[in-house]
């Protein structure tokens, strides 16, 4: 008996070791409902320790871990930013994007855009524009590369931009 569930249990470490492998080498892994809730804790809270986050989401304090390590590892999750209130940097440069995307090419821009620290929320859309993006940046100056470096993407194809002057 004991050797049949030692077989057992180095058949599951096996099959995990090669599930682990196949999901760290997916170019675009699966996201399900753990990782989104993960994302959503770590969203209100970057800072949130692994234990507090295991804790919130029910599970042990590796798994979040190796959630974690999989979706940075995989680019799903870029890094981690800062919360600052709306009066904050009231010289700061405030604009509404609208992105045009090249055919099927809407994920990779998505990803390259989430990259960009002056990208405040990227929302897709209908109608002729395919994402609207709320772009933060300090100067004009860095508001003209930030310009420049969304129409550099691979994949977009038109933008059109308004800054927001003030909140009415």
């Known amino acids: ?9 180095t058949c599951f470490e096996q099959n995990a070791k090669i599930v682990m492998e196949h999901l760290a080498s997916n170019a675009n892994p699966v996201v399900d409902r753990l990782d989104r809730e993960l994302i959503a804790v770590l969203r209100k809270d970057g800072r949130a320790p692994l234990s507090k986050i295991a804790q919130i989401l029910g ?5 979040v871990q190796n959630r974690l390590d999989r979706l940075l590892d995989s680019g799903s999750v870029l890094g981690f930013t800062v919360r600052v209130r709306e009066d904050y940097g009231l010289d700061a440069v405030r604009a509404i994007m609208l992105i045009e995307v090249v055919g099927k090419s809407t994920t990779q821009v998505i990803n390259r855009l989430r990259g960009l620290p002056e990208v405040h929320s990227l929302h897709t859309t209908n109608g002729s524009w395919d994402l609207v993006a709320e772009v933060h940046s300090s100067s004009l100056a860095d508001f003209d590369r930030v310009l420049s470096d969304v129409r550099m993407i691979d994949g977009v194809l038109n933008s059109e931009t308004s800054i927001l002057l ?3």
């Open 1 to 9: 008996m004991l050797n049949n569930l030692y077989n057992l249990i």
């Open 59 to 63: 599970v042990s304090r590796g798994t």
């Open 166 to 168: 003030r909140t009415v």
